[in-house]
T-cell receptor, first 114, second 120 residues
Framework: AQTVTQSQPEMSVQEAETVTLSCTYDTSESDYYLFWYKQPPSRQMILVIRQEAYKQQNATENRFSVNFQKAAKSFSLKISDSQLGDAAMYFCAHYGGATNKLIFGTGTLLAVQP | GAVVSQHPSWVICKSGTSVKIECRSLDFQATTMFWYRQFPKQSLMLMATSNEGSKATYEQGVEKDKFLINHASLTLSTLTVTSAHPEDSSFYIC????????????????FGPGTRLLVL
């Protein structure tokens, strides 16, 4: 069964610093997609970044980047120059054709200290 | 953009009544939409996949007669919680993917803002 594990329930970072959120997954498929979604207190899910498994190059979106290690089944999110607005719950998610649905991790609550 | 709206954002109802939640894709057409449920401080759990013009596909353990889904157009899916009970109180979120093929290959899901349901 496909699973997504986020081992850090809570993280804290100082404003302007860098933080890395961990995510590991388990899948038997070779072709799949990985996502990081942000859920601020408003509870609106916002896409942060998307990675296609067949692409070796790590996805980046402005201050957000991932470290995708396919062999290790690891997909961590790095947030650079953290801002107060980055405070939110972050969910890692996996899509594979076998299940044809998005499997979410349990989330990491990120606090940003001024 | 890819904006998805939900209505209502917040609903309180009495036990035994039915509640309808609407999910609309505002600036794109979506053959496929999804309905999730999220309990406090927990992750999202997929309830069902909604395809325009056909019956929804429900996840194991989700009662299809209790959670009625209708995807009548390419921009609107509705979730009706029938004979709601306090245990149905939760946060319901819909999402949609662009495209008209009805097939999903891992494209980005765009989420609505969610609906908080409280059943008294």
């Amino acid at each position: 069964a496909q699973t997504v594990t986020q081992s850090q329930p809570e993280m804290s970072v100082q404003e302007a610093e860098t933080v890395t959120l961990s995510c590991t997954y388990d899948t038997s498929e070779s072709d799949y997609y990985l996502f990081w979604y942000k859920q601020p207190p408003s509870r609106q899910m916002i896409l942060v970044i998307r990675q296609e498994a067949y692409k070796q190059q790590n996805a980046t979106e402005n201050r957000f980047s991932v470290n995708f290690q396919k062999a290790a089944k690891s997909f961590s999110l790095k947030i650079s120059d953290s801002q107060l607005g980055d405070a939110a719950m972050y969910f890692c998610a996996h899509y594979g054709g076998a299940t044809n649905k998005l499997i979410f991790g349990t989330g990491t609550l990120l606090a940003v200290q001024p | 953009g890819a904006v998805v709206s939900q209505h209502p954002s917040w609903v309180i109802c009495k036990s035994g009544t039915s509640v309808k939640i609407e999910c609309r894709s505002l600036d794109f057409q979506a053959t496929t939409m999804f309905w999730y449920r999220q309990f406090p401080k927990q992750s999202l759990m997929l309830m069902a996949t909604s395809n325009e013009g056909s019956k929804a596909t429900y996840e194991q353990g989700v009662e299809k007669d209790k959670f009625l889904i209708n995807h009548a157009s390419l921009t609107l899916s509705t979730l009706t919680v029938t004979s709601a009970h306090p245990e149905d109180s939760s946060f319901y979120i819909c999402s949609a993917i662009r495209g008209l093929t009805g097939l999903w290959g891992g494209e980005t899901q765009y989420f609505g803002p969610g609906t908080r349901l409280l059943v008294l």
